[in-house]
Every structure is written in C-alpha cells, then in structure tokens.
C-alpha cells in the first residue's frame, strides 16, 4: 500500500491536470485551481523541513567543530536574525528585515550575478581554442556575431548587423527548435512514464 | 474552406474544448507510439540504444572519485518537483546514488527548493538499498542550502571549494548560476557531467564540463541507465514521434510554399 496508494494519487491527479487542459467548464477549472493551492500549501510546509535540514546538519558541524564552523554559526544567525525580524517587525519596505535584505543580500546576489563576466571570459577562452574543424567554425561564427552586434560592425560593412541577425534567426534558430521539440518530447515521455508509475524511483524504497 | 471549418468549430459541448483536439489527437498519437514499444520491450525484443558518452562518463566519474578518496557532488538543478527536468533529476540522483553505494564513495546532494529535500533523500536512501548497503547511507549527504538562487550558487561554490569533489554532476533545470557553479567546479579539477534542457545554458556547460547531456538526452537517462525494457520501450516511442514530426515538418514546409495552409493551420493551438 505504501507505493499504491502514492501511484494512485499521482495518477487521478496527473489525469485530473491533463483532462483541465481540454474541458471548458468553469466549475471544473475551479476544482482544479483549489488542487492547485492545496498544494502551494502543502510545498509551503516543506520550508520546515528545509529549515530543519539546515539547522540539523549545521549545528552537526558547529558541535564536532569541523573546519570553517565558524561560518555555520554565522550562518545559522543569520537565519535566525532574518526569522525573527520577519516575524517579529514584518518585511514591507522599511521594515528591519527589508533594511537588511536591500543593503546585505541584494549587493550580495550583485556580486554573484557579476562573477558571471569574468566566468563567461575564461570559458570562451578556452572555447575558442582551434583544434577542429568544427572548434574553428564555432570561433568565426561567434566572432561575426560579436562584431554584428557592436557599432563597429557595421562601420566596417553596413549589412554586418543584418548578416548577424540572420546567423541568430536562421541557423541558429534551427538548432534551438530541434533541441526544443526533443526535449518537449522528453518531457512529455518521462510525464506519462511518472503518471502511469513505469517510473517510480521518486517513491523511495520498499 | 476546410481550414475555415476546422479553426471555427463551436464549443456546443460545455465539458469539451473542441478547439485544442488536435493536441488530444497528438497527445494520443504520441501515447499509442510509447505503448506499442514497451509491449515490444515487455515480448523480450531487443531495443538498440545509441550510445550516449555523457551518461557513461556518469559511472566513470564515480569511479574517479572513488580512486582519488573524494566525494561525488551531485547538483539536481534549482527549480522546485514542478518542474520535470527536476523529476528526472531525482530519478538520475537514485542510479546515482546506487553507483555510489556500491562502490562507497562519499555522495553530496546540495539542494535548492526544500520540497525537493525529502525526495532527494527517498530517491538517496533508495539508491543505498539497491545497492544493498542500507546502513552506509548519511542523511546528512542530502543538505537544503537556499532557496535564492545566487545564495544557493554561493553555497554550491563553497562546497565545491571546501571538499574538492572529484566529481561534479549537474542534472537538472538552471539558469544564470550554470557557468558560476560549472567554473568552480572547473577549477577545482573535478570531472563534470551536465545535463539541461534548458536551451540557454547548454552553450555554458558545453564549454566548462567534460560531457554535455543536451536536452532530451537528460529524460533518457534512467533509461539508458537501468536498461529496463519498459523504460527503453518509451525511449523508442519518442524517437517514433521525432521522426513524425520531422515528416510533418518537411510536409508542412512543403505544403505552405505551395500555398496550402490548412495542414498548418490543424497545427495551430487555440
């Protein structure tokens, strides 16, 4: 029963979810809809268990203090101070909680999302290596589509920017839609295969 | 005036939207495609499967990092169990996680979505008792970092910097922190296995792994993994629709240069 009753219900409701797309009828949308928001509510217990997760293998590593423990205690104040000001004060705008998350985190994920310059430029070094046919094909095409897209492209010829477009709308379009319609295909297939319980790994053991 | 017909036939049913039949019919088509493979596969025929060198790279990094004494890092992508490139993922993470029992290396599941955390640990605990080695299993290999993004890809960077993975496999749905957490990685002299299907990051993860699985190579993972014949049965299916759509789309280019546009238009969803 413990794997039956879990394919069971993955079933009706996939069943429930697919037959919503094809029927019409509002009374049936808004069963849907209310199945829907049951289960953001219950996704919204999991944050207990996510927290749990983090204080159990944290406070783990502070106590047999492993290298760096020092970070998990800052990390595990950290959490806390943002619970408590969250509950405590709320987190409209101009609210502790928002103080902190606008002045600490938000330049934090800056940072983060600025790494990806200097990241894109080692690996392109390193793509761009000619070995091959092919590795030099990649180099000319991404240094027209380089050139195309800056104005000096088109000072040097002025249809550069309309030959790049039509490397990104043609050929390269192409490859995305293939990639595209394989993966939908495979999307749909391992949707069916969970739906109808051919794959039930997600399950857990016996 | 029979593409009129089609695009205009009335909802007179109120339970039925007539409008998207031909995703029904697709849908059905596709569906009757996976069924008559898997009866195939279940009758003991054999099923040829191109060879994929990303997903036998998987089993030989494991196997490097079981020779050099260090953890394998397995990175299931930052979207929530919506998503099914996340459900292919837990999938993936079971073989996984079986490979690492057997041959008791060290396994790390950093993850970003905490509905994601006890599926992981199933799909984990699973794996160690396919493997017949329950008592190996560390709940603390399953470690919920973030859900924000950038904190995540912080986190994952840590990892990776602090406990020098062998081997780094990233399956799953990402986005913008692809590169950020394939560099590190990268640097630290791990071997990387990625698979997406998302397009965008595909080019990231080409340049910055050792093996790319693109797109719907990541749904055939368990398949082709697990060699289970009802699995490899679905796997043929969807070559099967592939191979329509490719018919219907030299048809359809056909047709529209001809000026016949109701095969297209049967296509188009309301």
Redesign the interface.
């Given at each position: 029963m413990r794997r039956e009753v879990p394919l069971v219900i993955c079933f009706l409701l996939g069943a429930l979810f697919i037959a919503d797309?094809?029927?019409?009828?509002p009374t049936?949308d808004r069963i849907a809809q209310t199945i829907n928001q049951w289960?953001i509510i219950v996704?919204s217990f999991?944050?207990?268990?996510?927290?749990a997760?983090?204080a159990?293998?944290n406070t783990?590593v502070i106590k047999r203090r492993e290298?760096?423990w020092v970070f998990k205690l800052v990390l595990l104040f950290g959490l806390l101070l943002m619970v408590i000001l969250g509950i405590g004060w709320g987190i409209r705008e101009g609210t502790v909680f928002y103080w902190v998350y606008m002045n600490a985190?938000y330049p934090?994920?800056a940072t983060?999302?600025a790494?990806?310059a200097f990241?894109?430029a080692?690996?392109?070094f390193?793509?761009f290596r000619i070995r091959s046919w092919e590795a030099g094909l990649l180099a000319i095409t991404a240094i027209a589509v380089m050139i195309g897209r800056v104005p000096v492209g088109e000072a040097v010829w002025k249809n550069f920017p309309n030959f790049t477009e039509w490397i990104m709308d043609a050929p390269q379009m192409a490859a995305?839609r293939a990639?595209?319609?394989?993966?939908a295909?495979?999307?749909?297939?391992?949707?069916?295969?969970?739906l109808t319980g051919?794959?039930r790994?997600?399950?857990?053991?016996? | 005036m029979i593409s009129y017909f089609i695009l205009n036939i009335p909802?007179a049913i109120?339970?039925?939207?007539f409008n998207?039949i031909n995703?029904?019919i697709t849908?059905a088509v596709?569906?009757c495609f996976?069924l008559y493979f898997?009866g195939r596969a279940k009758k003991g025929k054999s099923l040829f499967i191109r060879r994929i060198a990303g997903l036998d790279a998987i089993e030989e990094a494991v196997g490097r990092a079981t020779e050099m004494g260090r953890p394998i890092l397995y990175i299931p992508g930052i979207e929530?169990m919506?998503n099914?490139?996340t459900?292919?993922s837990?999938?993936i993470l079971?073989?996984v996680a079986k490979m690492a029992a057997t041959y008791e290396t060290p396994l790390i599941v950093p993850?970003c979505?905490?509905?994601v955390?006890?599926?992981a640990e199933?799909?984990v605990?699973?794996g160690y008792?396919?493997a017949g080695k329950?008592d190996a299993y560390d709940k603390?290999s399953?470690?919920?970092i973030s859900?924000?993004?950038?904190?995540y890809?912080?986190g994952v960077n840590g990892i990776m910097l602090?406990e020098r993975p062998a081997a780094n496999l990233m399956f799953g749905s990402f986005f913008?922190e692809s590169?950020?957490m394939?560099?590190t990685g990268f640097s630290t002299g791990a071997i990387q296995v990625a698979g997406t299907?998302n397009?965008h990051q595909?080019p990231?993860f080409?340049?910055?792994c050792d093996y790319t699985i693109?797109?719907?190579?990541?749904?055939?993972v368990?398949a082709y993994l697990s060699k289970e014949p009802?699995?490899l049965g679905?796997?043929k299916?969807?070559d099967l629709?592939?191979l329509v759509?490719m018919i219907i789309l030299v048809l359809g280019a056909i047709l529209i240069t001809a000026n016949i546009l109701w095969f297209k238009n049967w296509f188009f969803v309301q």
């Open positions: 797309y094809f029927i019409s009828n049936f289960a996704i999991a944050y207990v268990l996510g927290v997760n983090i159990r293998i783990g290298k760096d985190y934090m994920q983060m999302f790494l990806l990241f894109i080692s690996a392109a390193r793509a995305k990639i595209m319609i394989g993966a295909l495979g999307a749909i297939s391992t949707g069916l295969k969970v051919l794959e790994t997600y399950l857990g053991g016996d | 909802s109120p339970w039925f939207d998207r995703v029904l849908l596709f569906f996976l898997i929530d919506d099914i490139q459900v292919a837990m999938i079971g073989n993850i979505r905490p509905f955390v006890p599926v199933e799909s605990q699973q008792l396919a329950p603390n399953v470690r919920y859900d924000e993004q950038f904190a890809t912080a602090r913008a590169l950020l394939a560099e299907a397009i595909l990231f080409v340049v910055a693109i797109g719907e190579e990541l749904y055939a368990s009802k699995l679905t796997l299916g969807s629709a592939k759509i």
